[in-house]
């Protein structure tokens, strides 16, 4: 099993790209690194800012989300702008365009 997440944001203007750079810029460090990580992948489509992750497992994932520089981007995260997440579980990684089209209609709010 693999579990998948992605996640969009839309920074509130360019006042505020130099810290959503600097936190994104850490968070990508830290998930390329984390435990059970089996992918990070970014994109930015339409002003908004994606990125892809995919995890051995939803623990993996947790442990990754509640921790270090993804920790304090979330905390910081309605200053910078607004954001959308989904998250599911699926045999093999997938592919960019289906995650996306699966974010697009699923994704919530945080």
């Known amino acids: ?3 998948v997440s992605m996640t969009g ?28 990580n089996l992918l990070t992948a970014g994109r930015v489509s339409g002003g908004i800012y994606l990125t892809l992750t995919a995890w051995a497992d939803p623990a993996s994932m947790r442990r990754f989300v509640s921790s270090g520089a993804h920790l304090q981007a979330m905390k ?4 910078l702008g607004t954001g959308r997440v989904f998250g599911y579980a699926c045999d093999e990684t997938p592919d960019w365009e289906s995650v996306y089209e699966l974010w697009k209609l699923h994704g919530r709010e945080v």
């Open 76 to 79: 910081n995260s309605r200053k």
């Open 9 to 36: 944001f839309r920074p509130k203007g360019v006042v505020q790209l130099p810290m959503f750079w600097w936190r994104t810029t850490w968070s990508f460090v830290q998930a390329r690194r984390a435990p059970g």
């Open 1 to 3: 099993m693999v579990y």
